[in-house]
């Protein structure tokens, strides 16, 4: 016997098959990376480091969130080095 699983299929998950999905971006990680969210069904995507967006898994959210503390700690030290060296 063959076990089959539904998906929910709200009207608005019905509504984004027809017309498509309607996305927003969310959070901006980088200048490069940033996450997206339908308005409509909530489906979550991401860039990945082909520029191409994929879904937002745990996996991405981890990396997403490690590049943008990277990204958050070198642009603050390139602007107090930006400081300091006008000062000279």
């Known amino acids: 016997m063959k076990s089959t699983t539904t998906k929910s299929t709200s009207p608005l998950r ?3 098959d027809i017309f498509g999905h309607n996305y927003e971006m969310t959070k ?3 200048s490069h990376v940033k ?3 339908c308005k409509c069904c909530k489906r979550q995507l991401t860039t990945n480091g082909n520029g191409k967006l994929t879904e937002l898994t745990p996996k991405f ?3 997403n969130e490690i590049l943008a503390d ?3 700690r070198r642009m603050s ?3 107090k080095k930006t400081l300091s060296s006008s000062i000279y």
């Open 14 to 16: 019905i509504y984004c």
């Open 70 to 72: 990277i990204y958050t």
């Open 61 to 63: 959210q981890e990396i």
């Open 35 to 37: 996450e997206y969210t």
């Open 28 to 30: 901006k990680v980088t």
């Open 77 to 79: 030290r390139l602007k």
